[in-house]
């Protein structure tokens, strides 16, 4: 009795909520019936609005009473109404007319020069004004995304998987996903953002993504690493076109075409309009594309809040293929801002002159910008040239620096952001949706939500279910996993044995391969991991109201050896190995018997070796075989910018050779042939070498050439480091023969590296890597002491674009004596095939390369290439082909062919 008249007590409450809401609802179309999607509602003289969906729906929550409403629509006249509100909602259908603009008589210094370039440069010379202007706010976000796959390459081939995704993900081919955000977030000056979210809700389950397109400006140089129309660099990349003024508000707007110089990646094309006299942003139309297939466009509306044009309504639509899928996507963002402070020192309003047009009254020198505050200089004078605006809000910034570094503040840290989420986020009732949602649904998405409810429904029952013969051990449970099967001998698998210690064994499937020293090879490896978690109780913080505690950095033990057998030389080798890892700390001790390339940075991988070896006669690895013990141990101080790498290793070498003579091939290729696993050097003339032994001490460190910045997420301190800055490497090699006997080898040896890469411009890049290197002593030096280098004998390229040779042979140049090493790479954006609007479209991109090798015996050895990446667009876009000319001291030697890949990986 008393849970029914709870339930009734419930309903009744409900019932009277929704009774309680007043406010107004219609749809938004223009005069030729059409629905505007995700048009601007606002209410004038406060900070409530919203935006209608894809079918031109709206709904506003208004208390009773009068109020003025304004509708906006990018490119259609805006249009206000005023409604009296007493009881529910009333409807209201609006018509917007298209936009009409008045061409005005701009001043221009010469005929020649479209009006939009001065309106421009003002505008740019107060970008900065803008974007620093607001001091701190705090708004509620709503926020909803929808994704759509529409199309789907072979669906044949996995028609039960789909129909599964459909019942247990609520996945289907075009029903869309959706994701809905209530948010809280504020912002403080200069990089601060806490956000609260209020209720999430998903199709796809109960995932609570945070979102952050909000967070973007338009002020900023680069939006999503695309030049904004805004940036100090935007002459560079776009030309612009004024197409008219129309008022709206009490303020005059110009529409500017943006018209980039080059269309693709990294740069947006459409209008935007700036507001006369203040030079803000009043909307914008933008699209830019994204490779392999992305064409991403963003419509934006701003509104006065406090006489600070804001961004209020924000939609982004995606339309595109990945890897044969097809999609769209729109992202709807709609801000209510409140507690809003406008920064002290940009209170005054400033007018921009453009000095290209009229000359300034007044231009101030350096002197009388330098330690100047900017308030009193706007006090004093409230005209400024474009480039003495500029310069002040550049001196500001240096004088906030300065005064956050004598408060002691972190200036290093770039974003500290923390996010917090209700824990009645993802359990709010349809009703308390249906209350807060800025944006209606629309029929489709309705549907989305109905099947995802009926999803689950189902995994209830079935989690229910699964409970229950959990508990019944007599009831058989076919999801039920084993902890041991035998295919893990085969695939590998790790077992937890206890909170603490988990046993990993590895994958030997995988690990089969094939080279003509060892026949066909396969490796299996077992480990005892022990890593003992603990709590810090020092370290506690607040997360939806509770107390959390982290985990305090504890030490990772381990434990275990690989061996390998040998089929050709019907053997069985491997090592031990045992390891201890503590925060950026590692050491590790392994010993045994192995093969290793002659090359320790194995130039070849085992899988690419057993590509060439077995279908193209091309034995290219070149092995011998070590006993060894080695204790080597690694660190990364100074917070990740300081690598340290040392290692001690006993070995006894022997040189080994192709397991059987006359060894055949699967294809038999008339150019080629095995070769033996001694191979010509032109110092020594072969790679042999005795058996001897070795005690090596090695020493590098390496030392990114920059300060790193951090970013702060829930009071987290994540360590950002500055890719773009140099890299300096030293690295220093000592074999103490003299401790051995007389056979051992016995050698200094140091090098020196240093690497750079930085952008050049929009997707161009310019990377270099130059190293040099002496043996300083070398009584004996033998071949796997030698400085080898990385180079490469197949049509495939695998490693790193840059500091990899293409054609070079991976022995005949090493040295035991001196060197010198250099590689260029240059990456362009728009070079000669890119040129073509529809090339730089689908991705792809050309380069330009330099490798140069000088020893005591190479010949100036000198590749030059050209490269075109994103081979194969939207489906291997990371692929590329090479063509590349060989030269000796100047002297051509032949053309050469490579295939490869953008991604650093394909070396063991």
């Known amino acids: 009795m008393i849970q029914r008249l709870t339930i009734v007590c419930i309903c009744l409450f409900i019932q009277t909520i929704a009774l309680a809401q007043t406010g107004i609802r219609g749809t938004i179309k223009t005069k030729g019936g059409d629905p505007l999607p995700y048009a601007a509602i606002a209410v004038k003289g406060t900070q409530n609005g919203t935006i209608s969906n894809a079918e031109g729906r709206y709904e506003l929550t208004l208390a009773p009473g009068k109020h003025q409403l304004l509708f906006q629509y990018l490119g259609f006249q805006s249009q206000q109404k005023a409604v009296e509100i007493d009881n529910g909602f009333i409807n209201l259908d609006i018509v917007l007319e298209e936009q009409v603009y008045n061409l005005q008589e701009v001043n221009a210094k010469s005929s020649n020069e479209d009006p939009a370039y001065t309106i421009m440069r003002r505008a740019i010379a107060k970008a900065k004004f803008h974007q620093l202007q607001v001091q701190s706010y705090t708004a509620r976000v709503y926020t909803k995304a929808s994704v759509t796959v529409t199309e789907l390459p072979m669906e044949f081939l996995y028609k039960k998987q789909l129909k599964e995704a459909e019942t247990e993900a609520n996945f289907k081919k075009g029903v869309p996903i959706l994701n809905e955000s209530v948010s809280e977030v504020t912002f403080k000056q200069p990089n601060t953002y806490r956000e609260h979210v209020i209720a999430n809700r998903n199709t796809q389950g109960v995932k609570v993504a945070v979102n952050g397109f909000y967070q973007s400006s338009f002020y900023q140089p680069e939006v999503a690493n695309v030049v904004s129309p805004l940036s100090p660099k935007a002459f560079a990349y776009y030309k612009f076109e004024y197409e008219g003024t129309f008022r709206e508000q009490g303020v005059d707007i110009s529409r500017i075409n943006v018209i980039p110089r080059s269309y693709g990646e990294g740069v947006f094309r459409g209008f935007i309009y700036i507001i006369e006299n203040t030079w803000a942003i009043h909307s914008l139309q933008l699209e830019t594309h994204i490779p392999p297939g992305i064409n991403l466009s963003i419509k934006q509306i701003y509104n006065p809040v406090r006489n600070v044009w804001m961004p209020t309504n924000q939609r982004f639509d995606a339309k595109g293929s990945f890897y044969g899928a097809k999609f769209t996507g729109q992202y709807v963002i709609n801000l209510t801002y409140k507690d809003f402070t406008i920064n002290p020192a940009f209170v005054e309003e400033v007018q921009?002159?453009?000095?290209?047009?009229?000359?300034?009254?007044?231009?101030?020198?350096?002197?009388?910008?330098?330690?100047?505050?900017?308030?009193?200089?706007?006090?004093?004078?409230?005209?400024f040239s474009t480039k003495n605006l500029r310069k002040m809000v550049r001196e500001y910034e240096k004088q906030e620096y300065k005064e956050r570094k004598e408060k002691k503040e972190d200036v290093a840290v770039t974003r500290n952001d923390s996010v917090s989420i209700d824990t009645m986020a993802y359990k709010r009732a349809n009703s308390f949706w249906d209350s807060l949602r800025s944006v209606p649904l629309t029929t489709a998405e309705l549907k989305s939500y109905v099947r995802s409810d009926s999803v689950r429904i189902v995994r209830e029952v079935k989690a229910k279910t699964d409970s229950v013969k959990k508990e019944n051990p007599g009831m058989k449970?076919?999801?039920?996993?084993?902890?041991?099967?035998?295919?893990?001998?085969?695939?590998?698998?790790?077992?937890?044995?206890?909170?603490?210690?988990?046993?990993?064994?590895?994958?030997?499937?995988?690990?089969?391969?094939?080279?003509?020293?060892?026949?066909?090879?396969?490796?299996?490896?077992?480990?005892?991991?022990?890593?003992?978690?603990?709590?810090?109780?020092?370290?506690?913080?607040?997360?939806?109201g509770k107390t959390v505690y982290p985990y305090a950095a504890t030490p990772n033990w381990y434990i275990g050896g690989n061996a390998r057998y040998q089929l050709g030389r019907e053997q069985v080798v491997g090592y031990g190995k045992a390891g201890y890892a503590f925060k950026t700390t590692n050491v590790d001790l392994t010993g045994g018997r192995f093969m290793s390339q002659l090359n320790p940075e194995n130039p070849i991988s085992p899988q690419m070796n057993s590509f060439t070896t077995l279908l193209f006669e091309r034995n290219l690895m070149k092995l011998y075989q070590k006993d060894f013990i080695q204790l080597s141990v690694s660190a990364k101080p100074m917070e990740g910018r300081l690598k340290l790498n040392g290692s001690l290793e006993y070995a006894n070498r022997t040189e080994v050779a192709n397991y059987r003579e006359n060894?055949?091939?699967?294809?038999?290729?008339?150019n080629y042939a095995y070769t033996p696993n001694r191979v010509p050097n032109n110092e020594i003339g072969t790679t042999a070498f005795p058996n001897h032994e070795a005690l090596v001490l090695n020493l590098s460190a390496t030392m990114r050439l920059a300060s790193p910045h951090y970013y702060i997420r829930n009071g987290r301190k994540i360590t950002r480091t500055n890719r773009d800055a140099p890299e300096l490497t030293v690295n220093y090699r000592r074999s103490f023969g003299s401790l051995l006997n007389s056979n051992a080898s016995n050698y200094d040896f140091l090098q020196a590296r240093i690497g750079h890469s930085f952008e050049t411009g929009i997707r161009s890049r310019l990377s270099y890597d130059v190293s040099a290197g002496a043996f300083l002593t070398s009584q004996k030096v033998y071949a796997p002491d030698f400085k080898h280098f990385m180079g490469?004998?197949?049509?495939?390229?695998?490693?790193?674009?840059?500091?990899?040779?293409?054609?070079l042979p991976y022995y005949q140049y090493s040295t035991g004596k001196r060197f010198f090493e250099a590689h260029v790479l240059s990456e362009h954006r728009k070079f000669l095939i890119t040129q073509l609007t529809m090339a730089r479209l689908v991705g792809l991109k050309e380069n330009l390369f330099v490798h140069y090798l000088a020893t005591p015996r190479s010949p100036q050895y000198t590749e030059v290439g050209y490269g075109l990446d994103g081979l194969i667009p939207g489906v291997l876009p990371f692929f590329r082909v090479e063509v590349i000319s060989q030269w000796e001291n100047t002297t051509y030697k032949g053309l050469g062919f490579r295939v490869g890949t953008t991604l650093k990986f394909g070396r063991n």
């Open 477 to 544: 449970n076919p999801n039920r996993k084993h902890k041991f099967s035998p295919f893990d001998l085969v695939t590998g698998n790790t077992w937890r044995l206890s909170k603490t210690t988990s046993l990993q064994w590895s994958d030997i499937l995988t690990s089969v391969n094939y080279n003509t020293v060892e026949g066909y090879h396969a490796t299996a490896g077992l480990q005892l991991n022990y890593h003992r978690l603990r709590v810090d109780s020092t370290k506690a913080r607040q997360v939806n």
């Open 792 to 807: 490469n004998e197949f049509f495939l390229q695998q490693g790193d674009p840059v500091s990899v040779f293409r054609m």
């Open 352 to 383: 921009v002159i453009d000095e290209k047009i009229d000359k300034p009254a007044n231009v101030l020198a350096n002197r009388d910008i330098k330690g100047k505050k900017l308030d009193e200089l706007v006090a004093k004078q409230k005209e």
């Open 663 to 670: 060894l055949k091939p699967w294809i038999d290729w008339k």
